[in-house]
């Protein structure tokens, strides 16, 4: 029963997601992600939710902010073309449904 009442996305996604970040010059750069910080080129660990994240950095060569959009995970739809509303509620709220771009490139110069 418990599993008919879970989404799609709930039961599949972590409630994390790994992202590459990069830097197009492929230098270290001190980022941070969510006010976390972190060193590009690297993977970083971020929590899934509704909403973009914003990777700074006081880097002076570079972008002072990258915008990660996010969108809805296809494994949701899944859900819902099934007939899932409960499901799909679920997934909503769990936040399980979004997802981010894999690889992100911080602009720099050198």
Do not use: H
Not at 29 to 48: E, S
Not at 78 to 93: A, E, P
């Amino acid at each position: 029963m418990l599993a008919a009442l879970s989404g799609c996305a709930t039961i599949i996604n972590d409630s994390t997601q790994k992202i590459n970040i990069s830097t197009s010059t492929g230098e270290k750069v001190d980022v941070n992600v969510d006010g976390i910080p972190f060193q590009a080129p690297g993977i970083a660990t971020v929590q899934r939710k509704k909403g973009d994240k914003l990777i700074t950095t006081k880097d002076t060569r570079c972008a002072q902010s990258t915008i990660l959009p996010s969108s809805v995970d296809p494994v949701f739809f899944i859900n819902v073309l099934s007939g899932g509303v409960l499901g799909s509620t679920t997934d909503y709220v769990s936040e399980k449904m979004w997802r981010y771009e894999e690889n992100v490139v911080v602009s720099c110069q050198r």
